[in-house]
């Protein structure tokens, strides 16, 4: 079964902590993997989208990786702040299906 | 333009009402997607227009009716609805259809009384 998992579900740090947010998926054979913000009752704002082929996308604060083999990306957010406080989402397209496929999503809070 | 447009941002409606959530996007995309996301839930998929036809109905209830007029907009009818329903509803576009980076909008608020 296609399946994305993440872990936290929830995670809270003080302002100014560099975090890693990690994200798992059960087949290699994907297309891409991307990693969503979601504010509240909001939409998704997409934040990196890594292809297959990649290691690694970087904006900003922001670091996401790709390690196909072992199933598993991370985000990385340096200098966290209160305004990066929401659900961090990670979605995964497989090679076979083609659609996208959610994490559970982790809940950041950046405490001032 | 770079932006997927919904409306209305919030609708509250009763079991026996008729209503509409419209998606728009003027990106030149050729595939569009409703999805319904409920609360400390991820989005799951109900419906894929590509190329304005119908191509994935994620076994969705009649009462949600998806609707393609051309290629930049979509909509979902919606009528005799259930409380259960109540959810955000997303629409995302992507310049063909999957697999690919989608699109997404700020989404639809819609509650059920």
């Known amino acids: 079964k296609q399946e994305v998992t993440q872990i936290p579900a929830a995670l809270s740090v003080p302002e100014g902590e560099n975090l890693v947010l990690n994200c798992s998926f059960t087949?290699?054979?994907?297309?891409?993997l991307q990693w969503f913000r979601q504010d509240p009752g909001k939409g998704l704002t997409s934040l990196l989208l890594i292809q297959s082929s990649q290691r690694e996308q970087t904006s900003g604060r922001l670091n996401a990786s790709l390690d196909k083999s072992s199933g598993r990306s991370t985000l990385y957010i340096a200098a966290s702040q209160p305004g990066d406080s929401a659900t961090y989402l990670c979605?995964?397209?497989?090679?076979?299906?083609?659609?996208?496929?959610f994490g559970q999503g982790t809940e950041l809070s950046v405490k001032p | 333009d770079t932006e997927v447009t919904q409306t209305p941002k919030h609708l509250v409606m009763g079991m026996t009402n008729k209503k509409s959530l419209k998606c728009e996007q003027h990106?030149?995309?050729?595939?569009m997607y409703w999805y319904k996301q409920k609360a400390k839930k991820p989005p799951e998929l109900m419906f894929v227009y590509s190329y304005e036809k119908l191509s994935i109905n994620e076994s969705v209830p009649s009462r949600f009716s998806p609707e393609c007029p051309n290629s930049s907009l979509l909509n979902l009818h919606l009528h005799a609805l259930q409380p259960e329903d109540s959810a955000l509803y997303l629409c995302?576009?992507?310049?063909?259809?999957?697999?690919?980076?989608?699109?997404f909008g700020p989404g639809t608020r819609l509650t059920v009384t």
């Open positions: 087949d290699s054979a994907i297309y891409n």
């Open positions: 990106m030149g995309h050729r595939a």
């Open positions: 995302a576009s992507s310049q063909t259809p999957l697999p690919i980076q989608q699109y």
């Open positions: 979605a995964v397209i497989y090679n076979q299906g083609g659609k996208l496929i």
